[in-house]
C-alpha cells in the first residue's frame, strides 16, 4: 500500500521539542492548511488542522528555523491515532503526519529558506541553500556563452573518386 501526504501551510504553534531515552529528537507541532471556494457564487474558505511530527535531526532543524505562522511544505506519511479520554472514558482518534521531508518557504528574511530531509546521514539542505548559520547564499554566476571551439586542420589528401568508380 501507499501512504504519502504533502500539505502546504502555516504552523500554529512553536514547536516543542523533547528528546527519547536514547536521545532521538521528538518535535511537535501543527500545520493550518486552508482551501478556497465558490458555491453558488458565494466565496468561502475552508481550514484544516493537522498535528505533524518531526524525528531525528529534522526535529531540530525544524526547532532552529520554523516558529508559529512559520510557512512550510511537508511531504510525510499519515498516521492514525487511537485513545481512550482519561476524563470522560470515550474513545477518541485524530489523524497525524509524521514528516519525513520538509521545505520552508518563508522568504529569506523572515525564516531560513531551504529543505531537510531525515534520509540519510548527509544533513545536506535541498532548495539550492544553505543553513544561514554555515554560510551566506550567493547566487550563481551569470550565464557566459562560451567560445566556439576550433576546429581542427584537414591535413588529409584530397581523393578524386568518379561516381562510376563506387560498386554500389
Given at each position: 500500500?501507499f501512504?504519502k501526504?504533502?500539505?502546504?501551510g502555516?504552523?500554529?504553534?512553536?514547536?516543542e521539542l523533547?528528546?527519547?531515552?536514547?536521545g532521538?529528537?521528538i518535535?511537535?507541532?501543527?500545520?493550518?492548511?486552508?482551501?478556497?471556494?465558490?458555491?453558488?457564487?458565494?466565496?468561502?474558505?475552508e481550514?484544516?488542522?493537522?498535528?505533524?511530527?518531526?524525528?531525528g535531526?529534522?526535529?531540530e532543524?525544524?526547532?532552529?528555523?520554523?516558529?508559529?505562522?512559520?510557512?512550510?511544505l511537508?511531504e510525510?506519511?499519515?498516521?492514525?491515532?487511537?485513545?481512550?479520554?482519561?476524563t470522560?472514558?470515550?474513545?477518541?482518534?485524530?489523524?497525524?503526519?509524521i514528516?519525513?521531508?520538509m521545505?520552508?518557504?518563508?522568504?529569506?528574511g523572515e525564516?531560513s529558506?531551504?529543505?531537510y530531509s531525515?534520509?540519510?546521514d548527509?544533513?545536506?539542505?535541498?532548495?539550492?541553500?544553505?543553513?544561514?548559520?554555515q554560510?551566506?547564499?550567493?547566487?550563481?554566476?551569470?550565464?557566459?556563452r562560451p567560445s566556439p571551439?576550433?576546429?581542427?586542420?584537414?591535413?588529409?589528401?584530397e581523393i578524386?573518386?568518379?561516381?562510376d568508380?563506387?560498386p554500389?
Amino acid at each position: 500500500m501507499f501512504n504519502k501526504i504533502i500539505l502546504v501551510g502555516n504552523l500554529t504553534r512553536d514547536i516543542e521539542l523533547k528528546y527519547a531515552q536514547g536521545g532521538s529528537a521528538i518535535a511537535n507541532t501543527a500545520i493550518a492548511t486552508s482551501r478556497k471556494f465558490t458555491v453558488n457564487g458565494e466565496k468561502k474558505e475552508e481550514t484544516c488542522f493537522v498535528d505533524i511530527t518531526f524525528f531525528g535531526r529534522s526535529g531540530e532543524v525544524a526547532n532552529q528555523y520554523l516558529r508559529k505562522g512559520s510557512k512550510i511544505l511537508v511531504e510525510g506519511r499519515l498516521k492514525f491515532d487511537q485513545w481512550v479520554d482519561q476524563t470522560s472514558g470515550q474513545k477518541r482518534s485524530k489523524h497525524s503526519v509524521i514528516v519525513e521531508t520538509m521545505q520552508m518557504l518563508d522568504s529569506r528574511g523572515e525564516v531560513s529558506q531551504g529543505g531537510y530531509s531525515d534520509e540519510g546521514d548527509s544533513g545536506s539542505y535541498g532548495g539550492g541553500y544553505d543553513a544561514p548559520a554555515q554560510k551566506a547564499y550567493t547566487p550563481p554566476p551569470a550565464y557566459t556563452r562560451p567560445s566556439p571551439a576550433k576546429m581542427p586542420e584537414n591535413n588529409l589528401p584530397e581523393i578524386d573518386i568518379n561516381e562510376d568508380e563506387i560498386p554500389f
